[in-house]
């Protein structure tokens, strides 16, 4: 099973900054089919990126992913508000997933 | 609108069992793989199992694998998740998602059920 971290555990940024967050699997993701997820208190999750880089349907264009092999990133350009939440990622290989264990993006 | 609305939560003692299901609408439910994802209080999303779009196909993460099933009926639009001999570990809100097509991502989530394992 792939293993994913997520780093770091906790982002404190302000709006209208850049944000990195940072996805490392413990092998190759097959594929590069590697997802991110953006996640509100008392939310289902929601789909941001899928195949490392492809965003999903009504996705700001701030929102971006990249990566490869075992090293991923999602990048946020420049933070809205609303954008303040937990992100996940997600990957595929061998029939089964795996999530990473989320970063927390909070207002500093 | 496409929309995943789970069912079937609640309170169970240690060992026994519970159903959950996931009615689907807004969209051809039969032309799309579904999951089961997880969500222990506090804690961080877990997937569980995922059915192939024609139900031929089940595949489960190892801590639940024997003692839950996926399954779906087409012909309701719902998919189900049977939980067995369930633990205390096995309490968290329960999520349906869709797969997206050619992608192995998930592109709509349902609300959630609520399952409490407790004596």
């Known amino acids: 099973e792939i293993v994913l971290t997520q780093s770091p555990g906790t982002l404190s940024l302000s709006p209208g900054e850049r944000a990195t967050l940072s996805c490392r699997a413990s092998q190759s993701v097959t594929s590069n089919y590697l997802a991110w997820y953006q996640q509100k208190p008392g939310q289902a999750p929601r789909l941001l990126i899928y195949?490392?880089?492809s965003r999903a349907t009504g996705i700001p264009d701030r929102f971006s992913g990249s990566g490869s092999g075992t090293d991923f990133t999602l990048t946020i350009s420049r933070l809205e508000p609303e954008d303040f939440a937990v992100y996940y990622c997600q990957q595929y290989g061998s029939s089964l997933y795996t999530f990473g264990q989320g970063t927390k993006l909070e207002i500093k | 609108q496409v929309r995943l609305v789970e069912s079937g939560g609640g309170v169970v003692q240690p060992g026994r069992s519970l159903r959950l299901s996931c009615a689907a609408s807004g969209f051809t439910f039969s032309s799309f793989a579904m999951h089961w994802v997880r969500q222990a209080p506090g804690r961080g999303l877990k997937w569980v199992a995922v059915i192939s779009y024609d139900g031929f196909n089940t595949y489960y993460a190892d801590s639940v694998k024997g003692r839950f099933t996926i399954s779906r009926d087409d012909s309701k639009n719902t998919l189900y998740l049977q939980m067995n001999s369930l633990r205390a570990e096995d309490m968290a809100v329960y999520y349906c998602a869709r797969k997206q097509q050619l992608v192995y991502a998930m592109d709509v989530w349902g609300q959630g059920t609520t399952v409490t394992v407790s004596s």
């Open positions: 195949d490392a880089s």
